[in-house]
Each structure stands twice: as C-alpha cells, then as structure tokens.
C-alpha cells in the first residue's frame, strides 16, 4: 500500500512538464476624472510589459532590438496600427456605456472603461483565449470568439453590441485574432529578455516538532519566474493546509514559496522523503532528502552502544582472566 502511494506520486511528476505558462495580454483603459490620459493601452507579457502606449504620447514606442525577424518587425507595426482602432472602439464603447448607465442622471464624474484581451499557452499545449470589458469595475460585454458575437453582460451594452455587429467584419477580423493570431504574436514577444529571465531557486528543509508529530517543510525561494512545483514523496505523509502553496514575492523580484506534510512519529528514521522542486530555471528538478540524517545518526548510536558492549565485555574478560590468574 504505502508503495503503491509513492509509485502514484512519481507517476503524476512524470507527466507535469516544468515549461511555463505564458499569457499574451492587452489592456485598454478609457476613463474621466482619475487623472489618467483619456486613453491607454498596454501589451504585457507574463507580468513583463512590452508596449505602452497613451493618448498624451505623440509617437508610438519604437520595435526593440531583440525583435529581429521580419515577421517580429511586421507584428509590431500591427500592434502600431491596432492601436488607432482599439482607441476608436474603446472609446466609443465608454461613451455608450456612460449614456446608457446614465440616462436617469445619477452617474458620478468619475468613471472609468477597462478592456482586456488575453491569450494563453499552458504548458500541457492547451491554448486559451478570452476578450472581456468593464465599465467602472463591472463586467459590460465578452467577445464569443467562435461565433464572432458580442456577449452583453448587461442590458446597458447591448447598444454598443449591436453596433459593433452591423460590421461583421471588423468583428471576425477580431475573433480571428484571438484564435490564432494572438498566438504567433506570443511567440514573438515571449522572446524578450526580461521575459528570458531564469533565477534557479534555493531549497531548504526545516523540521518542527509537534505532539507525537513532525511537520517538515520545505522552503523554496529566490527563482524567477513565478510558476514552480513543489511536492513532497514518501509514505505515510499528509498534507497541511490542504497542501495548498502560495507563491509570495520577495523584495528583490524574485518569488518565494513553502510546502509543509506531517510525519507521523513512528515513521521517523524509518523511510527517506524527499522535496522535489521542478522550475523553467531546472533542466531537471532539485531533490532535497529528509529522514536520512536521522536514520544516520540512529546508526551512529547503535554503533557506539555496540562498541561500548564490546569495550564494557572485553573489560569484564581481563577482568576474568587476571582474576583467574591470581
Ligand atoms: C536575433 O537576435 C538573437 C538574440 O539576440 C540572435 O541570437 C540572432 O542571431 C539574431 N538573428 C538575426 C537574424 O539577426
Ligand atoms: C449624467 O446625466 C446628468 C443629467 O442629464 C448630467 O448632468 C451629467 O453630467 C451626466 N453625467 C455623466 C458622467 O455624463
Ligand atoms: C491543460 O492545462 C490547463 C491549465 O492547467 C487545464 O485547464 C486544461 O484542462 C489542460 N488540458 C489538458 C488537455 O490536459
Ligand atoms: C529529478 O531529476 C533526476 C535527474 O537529475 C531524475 O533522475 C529524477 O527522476 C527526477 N525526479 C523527478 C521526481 O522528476
């Protein structure tokens, strides 16, 4: 039974792929009264931005040096283009959501319309994408990528639905992005080299003794980026909280993140666990062992006991002899 359990978790390791997630996101901004430029707009990738552009700017961001393929230079000139039209349809959405939330005169000066569109790859291959806007906090439409309609959250944006949907094209021109296009484009802006960053984590084992218990933890910190796997192998253990890790960041931009399993006291000494940590930083994996040690120093003991019989017995065999002796 307990062999089985360890076969199942080396099993299930087997098949997860330390790759990363990568997500492709574009963030629009149109708002009144926060101080902000009337219009914004962000290209981020994997909490890295790569475009920024605003409605104060004059010129668009340049394509940076590490784009340099001709296929890199014509996607950024795509993102140069697409903004001009995102900043129209934004804009347009806001102002139809302002009149339609407002038409009993009770909305405040400050408002403010946020757009997101975001692709996926995860590392499985799965590919996901999803558009979605809000107006001040709340959800206000979707965009149904298979069937290139607008999805209206709210009955407030179905003037803005209906008049992106008398231009067909415009709005499969969308979709079509969002099902593959948005995919290249990932692939191009995922080579950038603050987005290459790979900080190897540190791997640290601490051990607390509770009520006929031990809780051994494992401490993983200082890698980049954020997504890790830490599991712990070995018979008998059991999770604490639910076995869920928060990956927490640390000062310096790097990530940090624990992972805790009771022992139960009787299996102390007796098997070897280890904390297996997988990363994009790792060709393979860090292994750290606990249980070892212990077992190690139960040898040693039973060592020095057998030698002490030993010295204690032979004492007691002069002792006999000299006795005989006399
Ligand atoms: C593009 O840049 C990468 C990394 O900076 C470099 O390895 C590659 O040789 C460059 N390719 C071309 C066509 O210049
Ligand atoms: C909402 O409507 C009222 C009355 O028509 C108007 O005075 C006010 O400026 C409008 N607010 C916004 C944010 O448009
Ligand atoms: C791939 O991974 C994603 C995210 O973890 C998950 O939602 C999806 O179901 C997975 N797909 C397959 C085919 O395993
Ligand atoms: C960890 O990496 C080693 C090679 O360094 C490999 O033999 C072992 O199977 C890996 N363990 C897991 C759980 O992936």
Redesign the pocket.
């Known amino acids: 039974m307990k062999n089985a359990f360890g076969v199942f978790l080396l099993l299930h390791l087997q098949k997860v792929r330390t790759d990363l997630q990568y997500d492709n996101c574009a963030y629009w901004t149109s708002s ?2 926060f101080g902000l430029p009337e219009y914004t707009e962000r290209i981020v990738l994997n909490d890295v931005t790569i475009f920024y552009h605003d409605s104060s700017l004059r010129s668009k961001m340049p394509c940076p040096d590490w784009i340099n393929t001709t296929a890199g230079r014509h996607e950024w000139s795509i993102i140069h283009e697409w903004t001009d039209h995102n900043r129209y349809f934004i804009t347009l959405a806001f102002q139809s959501a ?2 339609q939330f ?10 403010i319309y946020q757009g997101s569109g975001c692709c996926s790859l995860y590392p499985n291959g799965t590919y996901r994408a999803l558009l979605t806007h809000a107006f001040n906090g709340k959800d206000f439409l979707s965009l149904d990528i298979n069937s290139n309609a607008i999805v209206a959250a709210v009955p407030q944006a179905a003037i803005y639905k209906n008049r992106r949907e008398s231009d067909p094209v415009s709005i499969a021109e969308t979709a079509a992005y969002y099902k593959k296009k948005c995919l290249d484009r990932l692939n191009i802006l995922k080579q950038a080299p603050e987005v290459l960053i790979r900080k190897v984590p540190e791997v640290r084992i601490f051990e607390q003794q509770k009520a006929g218990t031990i809780t051994v933890t494992c401490h993983v910190t200082g890698f980049y980026p954020r997504v890790v796997q830490v599991d712990w192998l070995g018979p008998d253990l059991q999770p604490v909280d639910e076995g869920i890790t928060d990956v927490l960041p640390n000062e310096d931009g790097t990530y940090q993140t624990k992972k805790s399993v009771i022992v139960p006291e009787g299996d102390v000494g007796e098997h070897i666990y280890s904390c297996v940590v997988l990363h994009s930083s790792l060709p393979d994996n860090i292994t750290r062992v606990w249980g070892l040690e212990k077992r190690s120093r139960i040898a040693v003991w039973t060592l020095l006991a057998c030698v002490c019989l030993l010295v204690i017995g032979f004492g007691f065999w002069i002792r006999c002899q000299s006795d005989a002796h006399h």
């Open positions: 009144k009264g302002i009149h407002n038409i009993t005169g009770s909305l405040s000066d400050q408002n």
